[in-house]
Antibody, heavy 122, light 108 residues
Framework: QLQLQESGPGLVKPSETLSLTCTVSGGSISSSSYYWGWIRQPPGKGLEWIGSIYYSGSTYYNPSLKSRVTISVDTSKNQFSLKLSSVTAADTAVYYC??????????????WGQGTLVTVSS | EIVLTQSPGTLSLSPGERATLSCRASQSVSSSYLAWYQQKPGQAPRLLIYGASSRATGIPDRFSGSGSGTDFTLTISRLEPEDFAVYYCQQYGSSTGTFGQGTKVEIK
């Protein structure tokens, strides 16, 4: 059974870079043609797709965040990562990593991590 | 970029009633790549419907999806106590997976 687990600092200072890692177990990131995604949810608000990375390394980002986002894969550790630069309080959210149900398609997301709350505050 | 607008924002219903949720896209969603999720407090979203009308594994048949192009609907035929939650639609297949803003189904 595929499992995803987010990890990273729970508190980030304004203007700094938020860095999160998603560790995948029960399946290999590099052995199948899946997309791997990041989604966030500010407290009390809705879901926002941040971006996705294809197993080949191609990346796709939300246009509203594109200038600040980098998603990468580390196949040796079976992990993929999110970096969001120049954060503000508006970036405070629960961050989820997720994987779609099927290969070659960027959705829908069927496997989700439990989510990790990142607070931006000095 | 496709924008998804869900309505209503909140739906107040009683157990046993029928719930009808709408998701409208700013442009046509290709191949009906439209999904619905359920989210309860403190939990990750759960996939209910994909391809506009196909139920995900383990989803009860009281949940059904319909629609194509720009107009999609999620119907819950008879609300069970565990169905009171927030529901989101999402379009996919274009490498940008935007979500609607959500509809909260609350107990009346």
């Amino acid at each position: 059974q595929l499992q995803l687990q987010e990890s990273g600092p729970g508190l980030v200072k304004p203007s700094e870079t938020l860095s999160l890692t998603c560790t995948v177990s029960g399946g290999s990131i590099s052995s199948s043609s899946y997309y791997w995604g990041w989604i966030r949810q500010p407290p009390g608000k809705g879901l926002e797709w941040i971006g996705s990375i294809y197993y080949s390394g191609s990346t796709y980002y939300n246009p509203s965040l594109k200038s600040r986002v980098t998603i990468s894969v580390d196949t040796s550790k079976n992990q993929f990562s999110l970096k969001l630069s120049s954060v503000t309080a508006a970036d405070t959210a629960v961050y989820y990593c997720a994987r779609p149900a099927w290969q070659w398609l960027d959705g829908p997301f069927d496997y989700w991590g439990q989510g990790t709350l990142v607070t931006v505050s000095s | 970029e496709i924008v998804l607008t869900q309505s209503p924002g909140t739906l107040s219903l009683s157990p046993g009633e029928r719930a009808t949720l709408s998701c409208r896209a700013s442009q046509s969603v290709s191949s009906s790549y439209l999904a619905w999720y359920q989210q309860k407090p403190g939990q990750a979203p759960r996939l209910l419907i994909y391809g506009a009308s196909s139920r995900a594994t383990g989803i009860p048949d009281r949940f059904s999806g319909s629609g194509s192009g720009t107009d999609f609907t999620l119907t819950i035929s008879r609300l069970e106590p565990e169905d009171f939650a927030v529901y989101y639609c999402q379009q996919y297949g274009s490498s940008t997976g935007t979500f609607g803003q959500g509809t909260k189904v609350e107990i009346k």
